[in-house]
């Protein structure tokens, strides 16, 4: 049975360059995330946003810098001066410290709510199905949901999909949860069941990192906003900061169709 590591969850990206043929998408991103705070990236559309996101659990390989969590590379083994990609066991091990809520829900359609919420648990880190089961059921109540455990992903909303995601996300005990733009493919109305979900987590010191449009919900719950234009970090601070009083034209441009 393998063990489930405790939070902090202190991200470091340093320097990372990453490249789909020859167009960059990130040159030379640094970000710091403290343990148990809320980072919200801003920026259009093609700023590589998404990119850093997945690069963070490296779901996507960086070309150059690195990314650490509470000091240890993700996704590489530093040997001399050489990083080494680490074998596929060994990320997978380091991957269940991330939960990563996508745009698209990604639920099994042929599992129930609650088989979606302990499949990984059970199979990636070998933890026993009747314990698991009993905290999915808590996981299902705390995003509203604890009527919907033996619901099929296709008899329930965009919204209570994306809720069940998330405590999917929540029962590896990730030390940071990565959010790409949670609500981007819902329908309007429910948008706001989905951020409200989100702001509660925000209040029990899980580290998270969200990826949005909705400049609400940032100045509400974020600790740090980060604005990325044209795959850099133009400006980031507290949301006062970053939203009352920007100091870069091109937050302010992106702010003023937004807002």
């Known amino acids: 049975m393998t063990a489930v590591q405790a939070r902090p969850g202190r991200v470091e990206v340093h320097g990372v360059h990453k490249s789909f043929g020859t167009h960059e ?16 990236v ?12 997945r690069s963070i659990n490296h779901l996507e390989t960086v070309d150059r810098g690195f990314v650490a969590l509470d000091g240890e590379l993700v996704g590489y083994r530093r040997k001399g001066d050489k990083l080494h990609e680490l074998k596929e066991k060994e990320l997978l091990r380091q991957r269940t410290r991330f939960g990563f809520v996508f745009q698209s829900f990604n639920l099994f359609p042929h599992l ?8 990984a648990p059970v199979s990636a880190q070998g933890r026993p199905r009747r314990e698991v089961e009993a905290e999915a ?5 705390r995003v509203g949901l604890a009527d919907k455990a033996d619901a099929h992903p296709r008899q329930l ?8 995601a998330i405590a999917r996300a929540l029962a590896m005990k990730p030390a940071v949860l990565l959010f790409d733009e949670p609500t981007s493919a819902l329908d309007p109305e429910l948008v706001g069941e989905v951020l409200a979900v989100i702001a509660d987590l925000a209040r029990t010191g899980t580290t998270m990192i ?8 940032a100045r509400q719950a974020a600790d740090q ?12 601070g507290t949301p006062a900061q970053v939203l009352d009083d920007p100091q870069h034209e091109r937050t302010r441009a992106f702010l003023a169709k937004v807002l």
């Open 25 to 40: 998408v990130l040159h030379g991103v640094d970000l710091v995330v403290e343990p148990g705070s809320v980072t919200v």
């Open 42 to 53: 801003l920026g259009p559309s093609g700023s590589g946003k998404s990119t850093l996101l």
């Open 112 to 119: 129930t709510a609650l088989e979606n919420v302990v499949e």
């Open 137 to 141: 059921r808590e996981l299902l109540s």
């Open 157 to 164: 909303s965009g919204g209570q999909q994306q809720r069940v």
């Open 210 to 217: 969200v990826v949005t449009h909705e400049i609400g919900f």
């Open 225 to 236: 906003i980060v604005f990325m234009d044209d795959g850099r970090v133009v400006e980031q």
